[in-house]
């Protein structure tokens, strides 16, 4: 059965950077993008950009642009998320997902991040 | 960017029928889909395209709607569909959701 599984909760200072990462198995990770979705209780959620696993070629809304960077391991198929220059606003549960044609059919956990000094 | 809206919250019944709107600011066409979440766990698609349903999905729920008005309907509810509801476009870049509607059962 298809299953993304990320990387552990993080609690990071202000200014730091933070990468989490999300495995995907059953199915041929290549045939799907990943997208990474931010969640605040605030906001709600935000769609932050897709990675193709593939070809590694990204899309990032704009908002988050110089916020967060996506990057792919084919080998392991494993998607990861930097998130730089981290600010209290970054703290929010930061989900991927499977892309299949703009929807997001299967879901990570999720991943709290909380940026606090 | 696309504003979704939804509204905040609705309390139903077992055994009603409950409606939830969605609506775009501008057409999405077709590019709708429902979302349900519970406390503490992920999204969970519900329906794609509007008004198709996901595999695995019960046929409680259905959906409706093209353009900027759309509907996701669960008949009859039941004490298990206590969560909140999101819609998603994706016919507009970038990709985004409504605020979510909270279902509580009374």
């Known amino acids: 059965q298809v299953q993304l599984q990320q990387s552990g909760a993080e609690l990071a200072k202000p200014g730091s950077s933070v990468k989490i990462s999300c495995k995907a198995s059953?199915?041929?990770?290549?045939?799907?993008?990943i997208s990474w979705i931010k969640q605040t209780t605030g906001q709600g959620l935000e769609y932050i950009g897709y990675i193709n696993t593939g070809s590694g070629g990204t899309y990032y809304n704009e908002k988050f642009k110089g916020k967060a960077t996506l990057t792919v391991d084919k080998s392991s198929s494993t998607a990861f998320m930097q998130l730089s220059s981290l600010t209290p606003e970054d703290t929010a549960v930061y989900y991927c997902a499977r892309c299949d044609g703009g929807l997001f059919d299967y879901w990570g956990q999720g991943v709290m991040v909380t940026v606090s000094s | 960017d696309t504003v979704l809206t939804q509204s905040p919250a609705l309390a139903v019944s077992p055994g009603e029928r409950v409606t939830i709107s969605c609506r775009a600011s501008?057409?999405?066409?077709?590019?709708m889909h429902w979302y349900q979440q519970k406390p503490g766990q992920q999204p969970k698609l519900l329906i794609y395209?509007?008004?198709n349903l996901e595999s695995g999905v019960p046929a409680r729920f259905s959906g409706s709607g093209s353009g900027t008005d759309f509907t996701l309907t669960i008949d009859p509810v039941e004490a298990d569909d206590t969560a909140t509801y999101f819609c998603?476009?994706?016919?507009?870049?970038?990709?985004?959701f409504g605020g979510g509607t909270k279902l509580e059962l009374k």
């Open positions: 395209g509007a008004s």
């Open positions: 998603q476009q994706s016919w507009n870049d970038p990709r985004t």
């Open positions: 501008e057409s999405v066409s077709t590019g």
């Open positions: 059953g199915y041929t990770f290549t045939s799907y993008d």
